[in-house]
């Protein structure tokens, strides 16, 4: 039978798939397919996703501001509990029973001390707390507060007249209102983490020396800040004098109807007198604080024609995703607030 040319080139063509198919299957038994070598053998079963370690060690802050600092030394390694929250007066707190239960698992407590928890001494001993209190504020320059001398000069000051029911001592307890105080009380809270945890201390030192930078540049930020404006004109009204610190660092002049708690409670005489200062004065910065009620500020306010410029932030963060929700923002937050009043009303 002649050969046909049509059925010669179908036989050579069968003949070449039947080879490319078995080098195919040869490769794949080898594994030496390029981009398919992972289908040559059985594969293991994928790993479980790592578990995230526990933190190493329980703390305890007493306020939102001293809980965002201990967790920036901290870290991963370490379980931050607050008492009060953000946007809550630590001044007029009182512990539950379920923070009592909180503070006695924790390993280490992290106070302000200054008399600024007139509680904590309860707390603990209804706790039966057995760790480690660290007072954050030992160290820091501490101011006196005022009382006896009502005569406005740059400083924090309260209006004359006020009856003051809360005892803080004579210690102002606001200390982390100035930004140097707040590097010793990182230094307060990196001793007592590695005190707790021997062996997160490397990581405790790396995360407050990074930490500690940062405060060195917020610091600087603010003198940059005030330097724009003539120090006679820095002068503001807040709802209580809790800015005593931030006043004497950066020199600037705060005028308040109430002491440095916000329990103490401002009398008309004062008041009267307070509004007679700021009309003689001039000043034309007023603002409400987050913690405090802003009826008296409001008054003030009416009575001598200024007008609010804002809130801001004094014993207590922001809540999370707030302008204020760390100590680094709050007090840039409230840099930024004070300066942009001043500059626009003077």
């Not at 930004?179 to 030192?205: H, R």
């Not at 004065?281 to 604080?289: I, R």
Request: aromatic share 6%; with cysteine; charged share 20%.
């Amino acid at each position: 039978m002649p050969n046909h040319p049509v059925r010669q080139t179908a036989l050579r063509r069968t003949a070449t798939l039947a080879s490319l198919t078995t080098a195919v299957a040869t490769a794949f038994a080898l594994g030496a397919l390029p981009g398919h070598a992972a289908a040559a053998a059985p594969t293991a079963a994928a790993a479980p996703a790592a578990t995230p370690k526990a933190p190493a060690i329980q703390a305890v802050a007493s306020f939102s501001i001293l809980g965002d600092m201990v967790r920036q030394v901290g870290g991963e390694r370490v379980q931050v509990d607050v008492l009060v929250g953000p946007g809550a007066d630590a001044h007029v707190y009182q512990p539950t029973p379920t923070q009592a239960k909180t503070v006695a698992k924790a390993q280490v407590l992290f106070s302000n001390g200054l008399g600024f928890e007139g509680w904590m001494a309860r707390l603990l001993k209804s706790a039966n707390y057995k760790g480690t209190h660290v007072v954050t504020s030992l160290g820091a320059d501490v101011q006196e507060t005022e009382d006896d001398d009502h005569d406005a000069k740059p400083g924090a000051k309260k209006a004359p007249g006020h009856d003051h029911k809360h005892d803080h001592g004579k210690s102002d307890p606001h200390a982390w209102q100035s930004v140097p105080n707040a590097i010793v009380y990182v230094k307060n809270i990196t001793k007592g983490l590695c005190d707790a945890d021997a062996a997160g201390c490397d990581s405790y030192q790396k995360n407050a020396a990074a930490y500690t930078e940062q405060l060195k540049t917020l610091d600087a930020d603010v003198r940059a800040a005030w330097g724009a404006i003539p120090k006679a004109q820095r002068k503001v009204i807040t709802s209580h004098d809790a800015f005593g610190y931030y006043a004497k660092a950066y020199e600037v002049t705060f005028l308040s109807p109430q002491g440095v708690s916000t329990e103490s409670e401002a009398s008309a005489k004062g008041v009267a007198k307070l509004v007679r200062q700021i009309k003689a004065e001039n000043v034309k910065a007023l603002f409400v604080e987050t913690i405090s009620n802003p009826r008296l500020i409001e008054q003030i306010g009416r009575e001598t024609g200024v007008r609010s410029a804002g809130e801001l932030f004094s014993d207590s963060l922001s809540k999370a995703g707030g302008s204020a929700d760390s100590y680094v923002k709050m007090i840039r937050h409230n840099t930024t607030a004070l300066t942009g009043a001043i500059q626009i009303k003077k």
